[in-house]
């Protein structure tokens, strides 16, 4: 038996409305690139660094509006996968280096995408099946050794579990 893939999937901009943190950026919408699955549904292809309860390839379903937007209506199914954010302390041994988060983070072999040079955080996206237990120690450890602050974007049971 013989399947044929279709190298053509449409890549589309998936928006998010949200409320922002006190404290945090101004924002209150974030773009995240996905893979079109159908007139109404998309999975999202990349880590989101301000949005909650969205991981990378979670099935979203979205609205287009009059300006060719695509606006997020509801989380359909989730990958299993979870967001985590990194921040490193410029006045910590790690610097403002967001190469250094990802080279502490490689034994887990994590994706994952910087914000900005002036602002470093590094968006993981940790896969469902990951190394959780080994994962949250060297968050812990990144933290009490002043490496780093991070947060939860999006964590599964089997996050919470391990």
Request: charged content about 20%; glycine content about 10%; overall charge negative.
């Amino acid at each position: 038996m013989m399947i044929v893939m279709d190298d053509e999937v449409e890549q589309i901009k998936i928006w998010f409305r949200f409320v922002p943190r006190e404290g945090w950026f101004p924002q209150d919408t974030e773009g995240l690139w996905a893979d079109r699955l159908s007139a109404d549904a998309a999975q999202v292809k990349n880590v989101p660094f301000l949005l909650d309860g969205v991981a990378e390839g979670d099935v979203v379903r979205f609205q287009t509006d009059s300006d060719g937007l695509h606006w997020a209506v509801e989380r359909v199914s989730a990958s299993g996968n979870c967001t985590i954010r990194v921040v490193p302390i410029p006045s910590g041994p790690l610097g403002r280096s967001a190469h250094a988060v990802h080279q502490r983070f490689a034994q887990f072999e994590l994706g994952g995408e910087t914000f900005s040079e002036d602002f470093p955080m590094v968006a993981l996206n940790a896969p469902a099946g990951a190394d959780f237990t080994g994962i949250k120690a060297l968050l812990t450890c990144g933290q009490e050794n002043g490496w780093w602050h991070y947060e939860l974007g999006c964590v599964t049971d089997e996050w919470r579990n391990a």
